[in-house]
């Protein structure tokens, strides 16, 4: 395939984009955004190599839904988080960690379908459900992390673990998924 037959498909696809994966692409890239400015804004030091790097990888992963641009971004992120960042947990943390999320539930929705595919609202249903648990989930396991571990409760990595096998569970059954599944 010449490059002119590439460009010429590449816009007719483009044309047909449906609203559906434009969302999912808008959400993708507003929250790629959120995830390289929290952390560069905070008083610490972040890692000048996350924004360098993680701008062309989001790029990608809007072109590119289906590609390993957005796992790649992710520990990109959760990288420069880790080497740099202190103990605490903030609201930049969160804010951080909600914003990887719903990136990655976009990737992975915008990945399993062509750009041009015309998407139904049933489908689009089926995927806000469980992004909204997992969305309204994240926080209230942090935050129950965080006070556990501030209490110094005997057993806390216990209650935290149990805490997101619960946000898990809760997960999987709102994408309408059954245990025989």
């Known amino acids: ?31 790629g955004v959120v995830a390289l400015v929290v952390p560069a804004v905070q008083p610490w030091d972040a890692a000048d190599v996350v924004p360098v790097v993680g701008l062309p990888l989001l790029v990608v992963c809007v072109v590119l839904p289906d590609s390993l641009a ?9 990288a420069g988080w880790l080497l740099r960042a202190p103990a605490d947990v903030g609201w930049g943390t969160v804010v951080t960690g909600l914003a990887l999320l719903l990136l990655h539930l976009a990737s992975a929705f915008a990945a399993q379908l062509p750009s041009y595919v015309r998407i139904g609202r049933s489908a689009l249903r089926r995927w806000l459900l469980p992004a909204t648990v997992a969305a309204l989930l994240g926080p209230v396991a942090a935050v129950g992390a965080a006070l556990v571990r501030g209490a110094e409760v005997p057993g806390s990595l216990l209650v935290t673990v149990a805490a997101l096998a619960v946000a898990t569970a809760a997960i999987w059954f709102s994408s309408g998924q059954s245990v025989n599944d």
């Open 70 to 78: 957005a796992l790649c971004f992710l520990l990109l992120v959760v």
């Open 1 to 31: 395939m010449t490059a002119a037959e590439r460009l010429t498909r590449w816009l007719a696809e483009l044309r047909g984009t449906g609203q559906g994966s434009l969302y999912a692409r808008t959400l993708i890239a507003f929250a």
